[in-house]
């Protein structure tokens, strides 16, 4: 919940998301971790979080399990139809049913001196059919088909890594690099000028054959590679935002990094908004 004292918008979403009329596909609305043995999943053997609104900000200590549910959120759905998640690495289906969705190998990898988590026990619940468990029994986790298939986006921190720290990207767009330029929408860019308190001409994505960079419009132009790290990480989140389908769930690791605690309040205010307008569930 996003509070007691609502804006019209806030009253909005909250009556549409009670009434269950908040978008065409299943919600996701509680996540259950349960581990009756063992050192349970990255240390966590009994929680469970509920979903109330469409947009959820998770807030605690480091080492509190934020990253954890942010990641089963990502593995709650199975995928859809023509949606090509960003960073996914499993596909499946052919021709214009194509699709990609994310595994528990994107996001939970076990390393040398990484405990077991076998018998842990995940479940999802939705606004729309049954819950879903799974239990890891092995060494994989099984039975994606079976979850609810709904476009997802994990937009991590891998946007807010310096385009100059990367001397792939240096050596992938040089001066004479030929690039694909796509320009962010007017909504995005109100969004965009609202967060930063600049005015922004324009803003585009440019993309190679292997990563993407963001350009902005202002002062004659510049590119990440001469770009804060903070208005770098918004403009390519406000793309992603612009560009997932109508109804798609969106998981953001961190969205405070590179931002001014005066920015971070009116991204907030900003994603409240991008979830009214494309009916997306945010967290």
């Known amino acids: 919940m996003p509070g007691t004292h609502l804006s019209e918008i806030e009253k909005k979403l909250l009556k549409s998301w009670s009434a269950g009329a908040f978008g065409d596909f299943p919600l996701l609305q509680s996540i259950v971790i349960s581990a009756p043995e063992g050192r349970g999943l990255r240390g966590i053997r009994n929680i469970a979080l509920d979903f109330s609104y469409p947009v959820t900000f998770l807030s605690g200590q480091n080492g509190s399990g934020k990253s954890t549910l942010l ?162 990480a918004l403009i390519s989140l406000l793309a992603r935002l612009e560009a997932v389908p109508i109804g798609s769930l969106v998981i953001i690791e961190e969205l405070e990094t590179g931002l001014h605690p005066a920015a971070q309040r009116r991204a907030a205010t900003a994603l409240i908004e991008i979830c009214c307008e494309r009916k997306l569930q945010i967290i």
């Open 71 to 232: 990641s089963l959120a990502a593995l709650a759905y199975h995928g859809f139809a023509g949606h090509e998640p960003y960073n996914c690495k499993r596909w499946a289906g052919h021709g214009a049913g194509r699709f990609g969705y994310y595994t528990f190998q994107d996001f939970f990898y076990r390393g040398p001196g990484d405990p077991d988590v076998s018998g842990v026990q995940i479940t999802w619940g939705f606004s729309k059919g049954k819950p879903v468990s799974i239990t890891k029994q092995s060494d994989k986790w099984m039975r994606y088909e079976r979850r609810p298939s709904r476009p997802v986006e994990f937009l991590g921190l891998t946007r807010a890594v310096p385009a100059i720290e990367l001397p792939a990207l240096r050596k992938q767009f040089g001066v004479s690099a030929s690039m694909k330029a796509m320009p962010l929408g007017e909504s995005a860019i109100a969004h965009l000028q609202k967060v930063l308190g600049k005015v922004y001409p324009s803003a585009e994505i440019l993309s190679g054959t292997r990563s993407s960079l963001r350009r902005s419009g202002r002062a004659d132009g510049y590119t990440s590679f001469n770009m804060g790290t903070g208005e770098d």
